[in-house]
């Protein structure tokens, strides 16, 4: 019996920004659905349905509440809607004309390059350049934005509170995208324009 979900579970360029993906239930389990739009960031833990077995108890299901019941009154944890608002706000940011990016010169060519360049060999990937965006726009943009401002103020909070002396974002990459890359690309980004490391 042929399985959509598993026959094709690709369905973008890693080259290009995702624009599809596959509907999943509130368990996780894929519904067959191919939907028009990036996946938003949210935690999920496909789990596998147990095998149903004659004359057996019904087994109790484990619920995997990743990031739920953390939060105190002194620390709240809603990682997943700074995300989605973070890459919003880079999508809107990378969408714009070059002229309206509010960043430095040398960081204008390093996007162009990175965004548009033919090269010879493996070309970064899509999440590659979408990581380093999101840096120089934490970096460079939005401490010039109402609302980059105020994020930047709610990062800055919840790092004193977990790491008091010592601020620290963090860009996840999942397994096998490139991470290296990604910091060969900063490294770059350092070097040319130190800007970007900052």
């Known amino acids: 019996m042929s399985n959509p979900f598993f026959d094709r579970p690709i369905l973008n360029s890693p080259y290009d920004a995702p624009t599809r993906h596959w509907e999943l239930d509130a368990s996780g389990q894929p519904t067959q659905k191919i939907l028009e739009a990036r996946r938003r960031a949210s935690f999920v833990t496909p789990i596998p349905k147990p095998k149903k077995r004659r004359g057996a108890a019904q087994q109790e299901e484990m619920v995997f509440a990743e990031g739920k019941g953390l939060s105190t009154a002194?620390?709240?944890?809603?990682?997943?809607?700074?995300?989605?608002?973070?890459?919003?706000?880079?999508?809107?940011?990378?969408?714009?004309?070059?002229?309206?990016?509010?960043?430095?010169?040398?960081?204008?060519?390093?996007?162009?390059?990175?965004?548009?360049?033919?090269?010879?060999?493996?070309?970064?990937?899509?999440?590659?350049?979408?990581?380093?965006?999101t840096a120089i726009w934490l970096t460079e943009v939005a401490p010039h934005t109402k609302r980059g401002k105020s994020l930047l103020e709610t990062f800055t909070l919840a790092s004193r509170n977990a790491n008091p002396e010592l601020t620290r974002l963090a860009l996840k990459l999942a397994t096998g995208s490139g991470k290296t890359t990604v910091m060969a690309m900063r490294r770059e980004g350092e070097r040319r324009c130190p800007s970007v490391g900052s």
């Open 74 to 133: 002194d620390q709240q944890y809603d990682t997943t809607s700074l995300i989605n608002e973070v890459r919003s706000l880079v999508d809107d940011w990378r969408a714009q004309p070059s002229s309206a990016w509010g960043v430095t010169p040398e960081t204008a060519r390093l996007l162009q390059h990175w965004r548009h360049y033919t090269f010879g060999g493996p070309r970064p990937f899509f999440c590659q350049v979408e990581a380093v965006e």
